[in-house]
């Protein structure tokens, strides 16, 4: 809601209509963006920014704050509530929430540290940084790697911060190697599509292959250099 308020003054909504048959019939009617530049709603935008990252600094409960500063940016009077909400991509937060909810009860089945804890028994310690690289590049592109990430925190042991620091960088490398390493890329295809730009799965892998072994290459060379 943050960002569409303080984008909405420079951008009209996109036309997901234009590419429809003329026999379908629109019956939902979403009001546009005025295009006109307003100042104070933008002063407003960016207090709201302000005041989120100050109280996630504090000790209060984030998705209160959030809910409540998001609840303020609808009492405005230049842009309508079900225009601000229509822009808010409801099926993308439904998936985040949907692979929350499956790695967590994934997690409470135990079988994610009973596998930590076999491959440990082979030889494979994810206390090691390059055997961290290698276990969440494998993961990241099996399940993509926001629900990596989630997995790995709940199951890496926390004994250095550098660990947390080359899991948030790995899984980032990671997820350029396929479209479905990771949501960013969903997303980006999708946006694509709607402009008429379609980005096959080998057309992205044609980049996203080579980008992604030498960027990970190079995270693991760093890591042997400063250990």
């Known amino acids: 809601l943050l960002i569409q308020f303080l984008c909405g ?13 003329a026999s379908v019939e629109i019956t939902s009617h979403v009001r546009t963006a005025p295009t006109k530049v307003r100042p104070i709603n933008a002063l407003i935008g960016i207090a709201a920014l302000a005041a989120i990252v100050v109280f996630f600094i504090l000790p209060f409960p984030r998705p209160i704050i959030a809910i409540c500063i998001a609840g303020l940016l609808l009492l405005n009077r230049t842009y309508s509530t079900d225009m601000i909400l229509g822009r808010v991509d409801w099926s993308l937060l439904v998936l985040v929430v949907a692979l929350g909810i499956l790695v967590s009860a994934f997690s409470n089945t ?7 804890s076999d491959l440990s028994s082979v030889g494979i310690d994810f206390n090691k940084p390059w055997q961290l690289v290698v276990g969440t590049f494998v993961l990241s592109n099996l399940v993509n790697n926001i629900p990596a990430v989630m997995l790995l925190l709940k199951i890496v042991p926390n004994t250095t911060p550098d660990l947390g620091i080359i899991l948030g960088v790995a899984s980032t490398f990671a997820g350029n190697f396929i479209i479905i390493g990771s949501l960013a890329n969903m997303i980006m295809v999708r946006q694509a599509q709607e402009h008429g730009i379609t980005i096959t799965f080998w057309r992205h892998a044609r980049a996203g292959i080579p980008i992604t072994l030498l960027s990970t290459f190079a995270l693991i060379v760093w890591i042997w250099i400063t250990t």
């Open 110 to 116: 135990g079988l994610p540290t009973k596998g930590v």
């Open 9 to 21: 003054p420079l951008n009209r909504l996109p036309n997901h209509t234009a590419n429809r048959p």
